[in-house]
């Protein structure tokens, strides 16, 4: 039962604003301020990432103007404190997503590292655009028909032998009806089937009137 699959490459911003290994700190701020954005990849040559450079980054600057940083922390707080060009102020080496990687994938890199925007790079590293949290809820925007249209083309209509299940979104939320207690051993592939549909926020099975549970 295959579901779509969206693509970083579907979402993403394919203009992204970026900047060199030698741009200083004040024009670093000034691009930020500009484009309202956290974070910007740095380049070098022909528009290879080598790393990026973030609010945090900067604002250690800031944190340490007043006070030491402590023991455990201090080499690399007092560089970058000191520090007035990208090259060194910059995250390297950069976290980067492929634009072919799924949605999903994206999420769980950005989760895991703790950023809020991914550069996109190809299979060379160089710069295509970026992607951040807010373009990953982009699948969200889906409306409740195409969602419904895709469940029964792509998930319900790939049962075999055939199956009867009614079909409904509201919100993004499906709710699936069973009408024969036979089917029931359906319910967890169908429900991992419907939660891969993108944009579906959640899944709710019901057999001849009872609620079960899709877990």
């Known amino acids: 039962m295959p579901a779509s699959q969206y693509t970083v490459s579907d979402v993403m911003?394919?203009?992204?604003?970026?900047?060199?290994?030698?741009a200083s700190?004040?024009?670093?701020?000034?691009?930020?301020?500009q484009w309202k954005v956290s974070a910007l990849p740095v380049l070098e040559g022909e528009g290879r990432v080598v790393g990026v450079v973030s609010e945090a980054d900067l604002l250690v600057k800031e944190q340490f103007r007043h006070?030491?940083?402590a023991p455990a922390e201090r080499p690399d707080a007092l560089f970058k404190a000191g520090a007035?060009?990208?090259?060194?102020?910059?995250?390297s080496p950069a976290v980067t997503v492929h634009p072919a990687a799924?949605?999903?994938?994206?999420?769980r890199i950005m989760a895991r590292k703790g950023v809020k925007r991914l550069?996109?790079?190809?299979?060379?590293?160089m710069l295509e655009g970026v992607v951040s949290r807010g373009d990953l809820l982009k699948v969200f925007l889906r409306p409740d028909e195409e969602i419904e249209s895709e469940i029964r083309d792509s998930v319900l209509g790939e049962l075999t032998p055939p199956v009867h299940v009614e079909c409904s979104?509201?919100?993004?939320?499906?709710?699936?009806?069973?009408?024969?207690?036979?089917?029931?051993?359906?319910?967890?592939?169908?429900a991992r089937a419907v939660l891969a549909v993108e944009g579906v926020v959640d899944v709710r099975m019901r057999l001849e009137g009872t609620v079960v549970t899709a877990s």
Do not use: Q
Request: net charge negative; proline share 5%; aromatic share 2%.
């Open 84 to 91: 007035v060009l990208a090259e060194d102020l910059m995250s």
């Open 169 to 190: 979104v509201d919100e993004g939320v499906v709710t699936l009806l069973l009408h024969r207690r036979s089917d029931s051993g359906l319910v967890p592939l169908l």
């Open 25 to 33: 700190y004040k024009e670093i701020v000034e691009v930020l301020h």
């Open 119 to 125: 550069p996109v790079v190809n299979d060379v590293g």
């Open 67 to 69: 006070a030491e940083p």
């Open 13 to 22: 911003t394919h203009t992204a604003v970026a900047v060199g290994r030698k």
């Open 102 to 107: 799924t949605v999903s994938e994206a999420a």
